[in-house]
């Protein structure tokens, strides 16, 4: 770049000026390398140290247990920390917290500082002819700031809850920050580089003058990464607040506890589902129920049994029973495991991954149009990684060493950290813990089939959020609104209804697992078949149509079926209980099969193999009735990986023929046959060693939906 502050509009640079105060190699990999290290240390927080049973509101040095538990934490935490070395951890948690609080305090505040001075050195070489190339790197550099020192916000909730004036003065700065980064933000949608006679060497203060088309890629991309900057702000500044994420825990408490009580049977009084929390919640809530329950329907604080289908006297109690007691068990259910997602600390690890993926990709996308002179290592190059040795010294010098602990710094016991693998069999007790965490309701598998495929979506957003580029709002928007808020939740309410209705018939446990599995995996192939078909293409209405009446017909086959397992009873009718299981599995494919374009064997293939997989489903677990509970998890967790990378290849050998999708099908069923076969005789090869250390790993990672305890 050149010294003079002179520029002249009427002139188009014939190329970029090397300018390595921001895009030097140097400047670059010291501030990529400093946010990838905070999110490490959040990783290494996250696994080792972060207790969801605390709460994160607490005083210093004390272990006040919260009143409303994170379900989506214990459950994740409870099986991570399941590792060969996780005693370790135990002893080391209580000094470990300490020590990454320094380091990512010091890290953090760097960046903060880096961003203000990056934007304001960009501001001030804007009125000397900064390129346009250099003002967009400058503003993914201040992103990656940003971005990391919103992450720390969460990472140090409990360290600024006790030092308010701590956080004041570092919550201005960040506001400072976003005022500044979304003005730089704003900028960029005058580079319209890719049509017209614009290019990434003209002056960025040139595009100031110019009119500016709001039907452009980049302006709609600009009013993307404005909005993502203000949620992300205004979001983790709130959960900084005692109020507001207690009030979102308290709702989705109270949902969960609705939804056990309907299906366990107790009081459906909201007052008495939550005793100890604020009264306007239940009240709103309360209200909200008898808006949505018709008057004949409503059973108000009436303590009434356990859930049963074959229960109720007249119409009206039996109508209550069959259609709207499992709507509502579904329905609050799948709030609660949408609150409790929101509101976890897995998804702040989940939303800075995926932010600071993005922004990488987007830096060095970037760079690359620049000259080759800024990667020329130089003395003004190698300083600024020289000077983040000063934060990596801090980690070392902070991080605990010592390999026994004293005796003020055990910390206590607690269900997610008693390091015991007997805590992974699951109990029919129907016991509460002393922290108030539902261990039966989390440890269904209708509890962890809905985490699953909401934790799916919420995947498939941060892909197309990094695969697209943020090339655009209004269509991708629309059709990333659809499959999130419309969807995916229509197929996990499907699944929770199934699952609910798996768990009274009166099958063999072989049968019961493979009905859940085929189930749960055909609703995440549906669930993909969705997300990589409806990116190019607006979303429409008659998908949400499909899979309603999807849902509908699954749900009247559910009803069919039990009440013709009723009828067959405890006979040994088998081959009938069999093909009334199969029936509606296959029913799942027809939710994206579009009959009026496609042809008779399209829409015929899907239940073909979806019928064949749940009869190969069922073989393999009737085998596995004799075989250790490592090695069936291991057989389960091979084959559904081997469905649904099938599924992927078959996307893929698609996209390869365009127009010609007949050899695909048969290429995507060969390659289900090879890779079962494959990775059955794996399975079942591994299985059969002894329950050592090796069986004890593979269980602990290998826990998957479909297996609740031990194997009968």
């Known amino acids: 770049m050149s010294n003079s502050c002179h520029y002249d509009c009427s002139s188009h640079p014939s190329g970029i000026e090397p300018y390595g105060d921001v895009a030097g190699i140097g400047v670059t990999v010291a501030f990529i390398s400093t946010a990838w290290i905070v999110v490490f240390l959040l990783i290494i927080y996250y696994l080792a140290v972060f207790n969801p049973e605390l709460d994160p509101f607490r005083k210093k040095n004390a272990n006040t247990?919260?009143?409303?538990?994170?379900?989506?934490?214990?459950?994740?935490?409870?099986l991570v920390r399941l590792l060969p070395n996780r005693r370790f951890n135990l002893h080391h948690a209580s000094r470990l917290e300490p020590a990454l609080n320094k380091c990512v305090i010091t890290l953090s505040d760097i960046q903060i500082f880096t961003g203000i001075s990056v934007l304001v050195s960009g501001c001030i070489a804007l009125h000397c002819g900064i390129s346009a190339y250099h003002w967009q790197l400058i503003v993914y550099l201040a992103w990656l700031a940003n971005v990391t020192h919103l992450a720390t916000l969460s990472f140090l909730r409990n360290h600024f809850a006790n030092r308010p004036m701590k956080l004041g003065w570092r919550v201005g700065l960040m506001f400072a920050v976003l005022g500044m980064l979304c003005f730089a933000v704003g900028l960029t949608a005058y580079f319209e580089w890719e049509n017209g006679p614009q290019t990434p060497a003209d002056h960025a203060v040139c595009y100031l003058g110019n009119p500016l088309d709001?039907?452009?890629?980049?302006?709609?991309?600009?009013?993307?990464?404005?909005?993502?900057l203000a949620y992300g702000f205004s979001i983790r500044v709130a959960k900084m607040f005692r109020g507001f994420e207690t009030s979102l825990r308290q709702i989705s408490a109270i949902m969960r506890a609705t939804s056990t009580k309907r299906q366990r049977g107790g009081s459906q009084s909201i007052s008495e589902l939550d005793p100890r929390g604020r009264e306007r919640w239940p009240r709103?809530?309360?209200?909200?129920?008898?808006?949505?329950?018709?008057?004949?329907?409503?059973?108000?604080?009436?303590?009434?049994?356990?859930?049963?289908?074959?229960?109720?006297e007249?119409?009206?109690?039996?109508?209550?029973?069959?259609?709207?007691?499992?709507?509502?068990?579904?329905?609050?259910?799948?709030?609660?495991?949408?609150?409790?997602?929101?509101?976890?600390?897995?998804?702040?690890?989940?939303?800075?991954i995926f932010a600071l993926i993005w922004g990488t990709k987007r830096l060095f996308y970037t760079r690359n149009l620049g000259p080759s002179e800024e990667n020329e290592w130089s003395f003004g190059q190698t300083l600024p990684l020289v000077l983040l040795l000063a934060p990596v010294a801090a980690i070392f010098e902070n991080f605990p060493w010592r390999s026994k602990p004293s005796g003020r710094e055990v910390i206590s016991q607690s269900g997610i950290n008693d390091g015991s693998p007997d805590h992974l069999e699951l109990e029919d007790n129907r016991v509460t813990d002393m922290n108030n965490i539902d261990r039966e309701y989390v440890d269904s598998i209708s509890y962890l089939g809905a985490f699953c495929l909401a934790a799916f979506s919420y995947i498939q957003a941060g892909i197309f959020f990094v695969v697209d580029d943020l090339r655009g709002i209004s269509q991708p928007f629309r059709s990333f609104a659809f499959s999130f808020f419309v969807f995916n939740p229509i197929l996990q309410l499907c699944w929770i209804l199934c699952s609910l209705w798996f768990s009274r018939m009166h099958w063999i446990i072989p049968l019961k697992r493979s009905a859940n599995a085929v189930a749960l995996l055909s609703l995440a192939i549906i669930s993909m078949t969705e997300f990589w078909g409806s990116p190019d293409d607006d979303p429409e209405i008659d998908i949400a149509g499909r899979a309603l009446t999807n849902l509908l017909v699954t749900y009247t086959a559910m009803i069919i079926i039990f009440a013709a397992n009723h009828w067959i009873g405890e006979s040994f009718w088998k081959i009938p209980k069999l093909v009334l299981a199969f029936l509606p599995l296959v029913l799942l494919p027809l939710a994206v099969i579009d009959v009026a374009r496609d042809e008779a064997w399209k829409f015929a293939w899907p239940c073909l193999l979806a019928f064949s997989l749940s009869i190969f489903w069922f073989v393999v677990e009737c085998c596995m009735n004799e075989i250790r509970l490592a090695g069936a998890m291991l057989?389960?967790?091979?084959?559904?990986?081997?469905?649904?990378?099938?599924?992927?290849?078959?996307?893929?050998?698609?996209?390869?023929?365009?127009?010609?999708?007949?050899?695909?099908?048969?290429?995507?069923?060969?390659?289900?046959?090879?890779?079962?076969?494959g990775l059955v005789s794996l399975a079942l090869l591994l299985s059969v060693f002894e329950d050592g250390d090796n069986g004890e790993l593979a269980r602990m990672w290998l826990l998957t939906l479909f297996c609740r305890g031990r194997i009968s």
């Open 635 to 677: 057989i389960r967790s091979l084959m559904s990986c081997a469905v649904l990378v099938s599924i992927l290849l078959m996307f893929y050998i698609s996209s390869l023929r365009v127009g010609n999708l007949l050899p695909s099908v048969w290429e995507f069923s060969s390659w289900i046959i090879i890779m079962w076969s």
């Open 284 to 312: 709103l809530i309360s209200t909200v129920m008898k808006i949505v329950s018709p008057p004949c329907l409503h059973r108000g604080s009436r303590r009434i049994p356990e859930w049963d289908p074959r229960a109720g």
């Open 65 to 78: 247990p919260t009143q409303y538990p994170n379900h989506i934490d214990f459950s994740v935490l409870r």
């Open 314 to 352: 007249g119409w009206r109690e039996r109508m209550a029973i069959l259609i709207y007691d499992p709507f509502v068990i579904a329905g609050f259910s799948l709030i609660n495991i949408h609150l409790d997602l929101f509101t976890s600390f897995l998804a702040e690890v989940y939303w800075v």
């Open 214 to 228: 709001t039907k452009t890629i980049t302006f709609e991309s600009m009013v993307k990464m404005i909005f993502l």
